[in-house]
């Protein structure tokens, strides 16, 4: 059964950084492609980033675009979302999401497409 556990999450100033975490177990991950998604007060869910768990590739939503950077560690079989230059727009809960249903090329980008998330952590940035 797969699990995801996120972490790192909590208040930050305008224009500083966090580095989420996302534990995932339960599976053999290769052939995963992970995301990451945030869901504010009112607001649907939107994507934020996105990559195959063995590709180089990465994907990002638009208004994370060289802010934010998603990498996994294969050893310790977790995905990281790096965040800087963070925004009070960036506030909300962050999700990890995972699934097998991997495209020939790219990697999905809808919430709908994947089959696993963690419990969500929360991000606060004060300006």
């Known amino acids: 059964q797969v699990q995801l556990v996120e972490s790192g999450g909590g208040l930050v100033q305008a224009g500083g950084s966090l580095r989420l975490s996302c534990a995932a177990s339960g599976r053999t991950f290769s052939n995963f492609a992970m995301g990451w998604f945030r869901q504010a007060p009112g607001k649907e869910r939107e994507f934020v980033a996105a990559?195959?768990?063995?590709?180089?590739?990465?994907y990002y939503g638009d208004s994370v675009k060289g802010r934010f950077t998603i990498s996994t560690d294969n050893a310790n079989d977790t995905v990281f979302l790096q965040m800087n230059s963070l925004k009070p727009e960036d506030t909300a809960v962050y999700y990890c999401?995972?699934?097998?249903?991997?495209?020939?090329?790219?990697?999905?980008?809808?919430?709908?497409?994947?089959?696993?998330w963690g419990q969500g952590t929360q991000v606060t940035v004060s300006s």
């Open positions: 990559k195959r768990w063995s590709g180089m590739s990465t």
């Open positions: 999401a995972a699934t097998r249903a991997v495209p020939p090329f790219g990697v999905p980008l809808k919430k709908y497409e994947y089959d696993y």
